[in-house]
């Protein structure tokens, strides 16, 4: 009697896996787009820096979500989930990097913040801090995305797809926390138009 309802759970759980993977990519995706759009600000920054402003804001709570999934990930596999457990652990190479990733990425947008929050007058010391953490964060995240961009790719499109048949249950949900997280971004963003003032007045 016990062993549908085990086979049950066991399918779920699974499922929860994928489900966990799928979202954990198409954040990522998200943030590759965005963070394309952040490269090209930096062609000119002082040119273009209400628009590096706003699209660094905008990565601020789709950062944080996608840490929330890999750290979700984490904890279940290293607690020793049976599902993730079977899913297993990434290539030890990226399994080293995914710490330095997220370390990295909260400095530099955490410097970028305070940045944006001080102001130019007397911030020498923090665009130092800003830049140097750009330098760490693209020499371990550009590792990174290339050793996950191929399965990125493919779970994306697989969360997309209209089949009901190949949808993992969930999905409404990963696209409200993807819709909400760029939400906030978007309002971030915005009000940062009001905020950089006094950068954009000193690169004139």
Do not use: C
């Amino acid at each position: 009697m016990e062993a549908p309802l085990a086979t049950t759970t066991t399918q779920r759980s699974a499922s929860g896996v994928v489900a966990n993977s799928r979202l954990t990519a198409s954040v990522g995706m998200v943030l590759l787009l965005a963070l394309a759009v952040e490269g090209v600000t930096l062609l000119d920054v002082n040119t273009m820096f209400a628009l590096h402003a706003f699209v660094g804001l905008l990565l601020v709570p789709v950062a944080m979500l996608k840490v929330g999934t890999t750290a979700y990930r984490f904890v279940r596999y290293y607690t020793g989930d049976d599902a993730y457990r079977s899913k297993g652990p990434p290539h030890p190479v990226l399994r080293i990097l995914g710490p330095l990733v997220v370390v990295t990425t909260l400095a530099l947008l955490g410097t970028g913040i305070a940045l944006l929050a001080k102001g130019p007058r007397n911030s020498g010391t923090l665009v130092t801090w800003h830049q140097a953490s750009f330098i760490a964060w693209v020499s371990v995240t550009t590792i990174h995305v290339l050793g996950h961009i191929v399965e990125t790719v493919r779970l994306t499109a697989d969360d997309l797809r209209v089949d009901a048949t190949k949808r993992v249950p969930g999905v409404a949900i990963r696209r409200a926390l993807l819709l909400l997280s760029l939400a906030i971004g978007l309002g971030l963003g915005v009000a940062s138009l009001g905020w950089n003032h006094a950068w954009t007045d000193a690169f004139r």
